[in-house]
């Protein structure tokens, strides 16, 4: 597991700055507390793929940057009126399970959980991810609820499960 320093720069980021990640398995141990690995709510840039000089172009398969909730809450979640770009991570290990998140109720959006945001999501690699619940689920890997300006392209979304009841509605894979 690396160190999870980039978190301290992207919570001290300015709107529009880019927080660039190495390559490396990245999770928290308070996943299951907070109920996800990484939070947006601003307009920021979060790329990976890069090794350990940072040197451009990223190269996301050269170097695999794996966000890894560990089956302990979901891996990324987007809230508010932000357009935050993702590029070039593994998404993986996400568990929606008893993090509600959709309007009737439902656990939503294992991988990628996005609300009322206009998120860029970009050339990842998003798998293994799950939304389940005794009720109603949505989107195992990527859920977007009111997120009508949502980019979502050049993705590889494999292997991820939503339960129970799944309608697929707007934005739910």
Not at 60 to 83: F, K, M, W, Y
Not at 124 to 133: E, H, P, Q, R
Not at 154 to 161: E, R
Request: net charge negative; hydrophobic share 35%; proline share 4%.
């Amino acid at each position: 597991m690396k160190s999870n320093q980039w978190l301290i720069a992207l919570d001290a980021a300015q709107p529009f700055d880019a927080i660039l990640v190495a390559s490396g398995i990245y999770t928290d141990t308070d996943t299951g507390t907070l109920g996800y690995v990484v939070a947006l709510t601003k307009t920021v840039t979060l790329r990976g793929g890069y090794d350990a000089s940072f040197t451009d172009p990223p190269d996301p398969v050269g170097n695999p940057t794996v966000l890894d909730a560990q089956r302990q809450g979901r891996v990324i979640s987007i809230t508010g009126d932000v357009i935050p770009t993702i590029e070039g991570f593994i998404v993986t290990g996400g568990n929606a399970y008893g993090l509600g998140g959709h309007e009737w109720g439902n656990e939503a959006g294992g991988g990628i959980y996005c609300y009322q945001a206009h998120p860029v999501i970009v050339g990842n690699v998003i798998t293994n991810n799950v939304a389940s619940s005794n009720s109603g689920v949505d989107g195992g890997g990527i859920y977007l609820g009111r997120c009508h300006r949502a980019v979502v392209s050049g993705n590889t979304i494999v292997s991820n499960t939503a339960s129970i009841g799944g309608f697929g509605r707007g934005g739910e894979v």
